[in-house]
C-alpha cells in the first residue's frame, strides 16, 4: 500500500495531519461505501476529511470527495442534517497526530516514524485522555509505539 495522504485536525489553535481516519468507523456503522470522485493510491479512502476539536469534542467541519483543494466538502452529501460541522459521537479510538521530522519514511499507510506523536484517545466522540510519545527507536521494522517510544500524559 501507498503512503497515504493524511486528514486535517485542528486542536488548541494548531494543525496537524492525522495518522487515523475516524470517518471510516462511521461509514462502516451505517453501511455505505465512500464514493469517490477520482482513484488515487495515496488517497485510497476517497476522501479527506477536515476535523477540529473544540470544548473536548471531535467534529467533522469539512469532507472533500478527493484532494483537491478548490473542492466544495461534501458534508451535506453523507450528513444530510448538518451544514457546518458534525459532532462525531460514533468514534472511539486513538488519534495519531505525529510531530517533527520523520525519523523513518515507510512506503505504506500511516506507518512513518516520527520524532513524536500526539496521541487523543477519544470515546463516543470525546477526548478522554491526550498523551505525547516520544519515538526512540526509528530503524524498527514495525511501528510498536508501546515498545519504541516514551509517553507522557497531560490527562
Not at 464514493?35 to 472533500?64: F, H, M, N
Not at 470515546?123 to 511501528?143: F, L, M, R, Y
Request: charged share 25%; net charge positive.
Amino acid at each position: 500500500m501507498t503512503a497515504q495522504m493524511p486528514e486535517k485536525l485542528k486542536y488548541k489553535g494548531k494543525k496537524y495531519d492525522m495518522c487515523s481516519e475516524p470517518l471510516r468507523a462511521y461509514f462502516a456503522l451505517i453501511g455505505i461505501k465512500f464514493k469517490p470522485r477520482v482513484i488515487c493510491s495515496a488517497l485510497s479512502r476517497g476522501y479527506v476529511g477536515t476535523w477540529k476539536i473544540i470544548d473536548d469534542r471531535l467534529y467533522l467541519v469539512k469532507l472533500k470527495n478527493g484532494y483537491d483543494k478548490d473542492a466544495e466538502s461534501c458534508i451535506a452529501e453523507y450528513f444530510p442534517d448538518h451544514s457546518d460541522r458534525v459532532f462525531a459521537d460514533w468514534y472511539s479510538g486513538k488519534i495519531r497526530l505525529p510531530q517533527g521530522k520523520a525519523l523513518k519514511y515507510v512506503h505504506a499507510g500511516f506507518s512513518s516514524t516520527y520524532e513524536s506523536d500526539l496521541f487523543l484517545t477519544i470515546k463516543s466522540g470525546i477526548v478522554t485522555k491526550v498523551e505525547v510519545c516520544h519515538n526512540t527507536n526509528p530503524d524498527s521494522s514495525e511501528v510498536d509505539f508501546d515498545a519504541n517510544s516514551v509517553c507522557l500524559s497531560d490527562s
